[in-house]
């Protein structure tokens, strides 16, 4: 854990040194603390700093989600994505931007109509699954599949009869983003996420325990119709948030859960708040990468997370083949 | 905590209906089991042994009836004091990648207080006890899923057992099992059950099993309790064939004087009938 801490640290200071307008370590370092005002304290406090706060949220978030969902599924390849969830804010935002909302309401609005798309999928996939009061999580994952399924076909759709500047800013949207201009926004952001790491510590024994399964976790006391609904609105919560404000980022909430059972095994006490860490680490580091490497513009952070994420977990998985464990 | 008077140390069934989805699997059961025996299930398959054994641990609801645990519906009883007193071993467990000793000590969670976040001394101190006593502790760092069948059903026990249950229900323990096992699993069993005065509910196919181990048998059939009693009353040839549909002689076991199913093949009631 101290490892990881070191490392997010580490990588977040890289970030901050590295970007389109090269600037030394001496530099930056004197910047952040005696020049206000300077060109360089603008660009690491205006333009880096945000991102890589919004970064350690998303990737934090996401990834927590991941973890969350995988251990409530008992089903390693369920993602914060999976549920249909990213589906409904990308629709939402499709449509505010094809409406052209954001004119008359401003710059909140895609964010907003985004979680607006994502609260409403969440409660649609839930009241559908939930009878006599048992949540049904086979059919969760199908409904949240299928419900992915249509929304893509509706932007899809929207896509195809919207004009070329609309559709340019669904592109960008869906393929997913930090810059995020409005600071209230980054830190509600900051907010929810470590919000939704302390309550997921609620529900450590509830984690641990459903590695058994459902009636074993109920032998040991727990009480999991209760466990599954909060876990499975946290999670929600957290993917909805962080897709509203980040766009589409994939890959961090399946690939870093999956990694960090890898180091540190699947006890939650330790993988929640690891997977946390790991996730925002990671998408700290692939969003340096995106706007750095092809400086002064930029490339889409899902671009790199898918990428990086698929390669490198296709290589550890190799590995452990290998070693034969 | 305080239990009710020794008249009420019991888990009891009364009129019990309860099945799947408006199926019945149970039908107006009615059982008594008295602390600190060994109470065996048995009954032909789809005879509703494992349906009674999810009724009695919360995970099936009532139609109608109760279970009552020392006079208290369990229904109503907190999951955390319920799983302090009852302790389930199940078919299937799904085990994950976790070693031994991990599985073992997932055990406790009924028993962490508020905010207690990591095990206690006192915690692994009983999840090594429990493996000792079921003589999995050599297997501590091995995984779950590189023990043998007969190894890990003793690891099952050793969980529950770290629970600190008064009750241990655990269905069909020795399926899978050889005899070495079976013998194993059930003197285990029983030595628990004399010892720390658990009582134990054991769901078994092996009608033979039942017979030398069990102080009480309940009879299942067709989602009733079709005869309850000592083994010797429960066991004749008359009630097994009806119930059973199969041809059986039943002879006393010459050591125990427990009553021993054996089966007669087709071809020799067709033999003996030509006689």
Not at chain 2, 207 to 222: F, H, K, P, T, V
Request: aromatic fraction near 8%.
């Amino acid at each position: 854990m101290l490892i990881l801490g070191g490392a997010l640290i580490f990588i977040a200071a890289l970030s901050l040194c590295l970007g389109s307008a090269a600037l030394s370590v001496q530099t930056t370092i004197r910047s952040i603390f005696s020049g206000h005002n300077t060109t360089a304290h603008n660009i690491l406090f205006e333009i880096r700093l945000p991102r890589i706060i919004l970064g350690f949220a998303i990737g934090g978030a996401l990834s927590l989600s991941g973890v969350i969902l995988q251990g409530l599924f008992r089903n390693p390849l369920v993602e914060p994505y999976t549920m249909g969830i990213s589906g409904g804010a990308a629709l939402g935002v499709s449509m505010a931007i094809i409406l052209k909302i954001y004119q008359s309401v401003g710059l909140v609005t895609l964010p907003f109509a985004g979680f607006l798309g994502a609260v409403s999928v969440i409660m649609l996939i839930y009241t559908i699954n939930i009878r006599n009061k048992t949540l049904k999580m086979q059919g969760l994952l199908l409904t949240g599949v299928m419900i992915s399924f249509i929304s893509s076909s509706f932007i899809m759709l929207i896509m195809a009869i919207s004009r070329t500047e609309d559709l340019h800013g669904i592109i960008f949207w869906i393929m997913g983003s930090l810059e995020e201009p409005n600071w209230f926004l980054i830190k509600l952001m900051l907010f929810i996420s470590l919000a939704g790491l302390s309550l997921s510590y609620i529900f450590w024994k509830d984690l641990n325990a459903l590695r058994l399964g459902e009636e074993e976790a109920a032998h040991l006391g727990i009480n999991t119709e209760r466990a599954k609904r909060a876990l499975f609105v946290l999670a929600s919560i957290l993917t909805g948030c962080a897709v509203s404000v980040g766009g589409i980022i994939g890959f961090v909430g399946l690939i870093i859960p999956h990694f960090m059972r890898m180091f540190v095994g699947s006890d939650h006490r330790v993988l929640l708040a690891g997977s946390f860490l790991g996730g925002a680490g990671f998408l700290i580091f692939c969003d340096t990468l995106a706007r750095t490497l092809v400086a002064p513009s930029e490339l889409p952070v899902g671009v790199i997370t898918g990428i990086l994420g698929g390669s490198f977990f296709i290589y550890a998985l190799a590995r452990k083949g290998k070693s034969g464990a | 905590m305080r239990w009710p008077g020794r008249e009420n140390r019991v888990l009891e069934i009364r009129n019990l209906t309860c099945g799947y989805d408006k199926r019945f699997h149970l039908k107006d059961v009615n059982l008594a089991i008295g602390e600190g025996g060994f109470f065996g299930i048995i009954g032909p398959n789809g005879s509703g042994k494992t349906t009674l054994l999810r009724a009695m641990t919360r995970i099936l609801k009532p139609e109608s009836g109760e279970v009552l645990l020392r006079g208290k519906d369990i229904w109503h009883i907190d999951f955390i004091e319920l799983a302090r007193t009852i302790s389930v071993v199940s078919q299937n467990v799904s085990t994950d990648d976790l070693n031994v000793g991990e599985f073992v000590l997932l055990s406790r969670i009924p028993h962490y207080r508020g905010l207690q976040f990591l095990e206690t001394k006192h915690d692994e101190e009983i999840a090594d006890n429990a493996m000792a006593m079921t003589d999995t502790l050599k297997f501590k760092d091995r995984s779950m899923s590189e023990i043998s069948g007969g190894e890990r059903q003793l690891v099952l026990i050793a969980r529950a057992l770290a629970q600190e249950p008064k009750y241990l229900l655990l269905d069909e323990p020795t399926s899978h099992l050889d005899i070495t096992h079976q013998v194993r699993v059930l003197d285990l069993l029983k030595k628990l059950n004399r010892e720390l005065s658990l009582t134990v509910i054991i769901v078994l196919h092996d009608l033979n099993l039942a017979s030398e181990y069990c102080d009480r048998i309940a009879l299942l059939s067709g989602g009733t309790i079709y005869k309850e009693g000592l083994p010797g009353e429960v066991l004749d040839y008359q009630t097994i064939e009806n119930v059973y549909k199969t041809v059986v002689i039943v002879e006393k076991n010459p050591i125990s004087l427990k009553p021993y199913v054996l089966l007669v093949s087709e071809d020799q009631r067709l033999r003996a009938r030509k006689k």
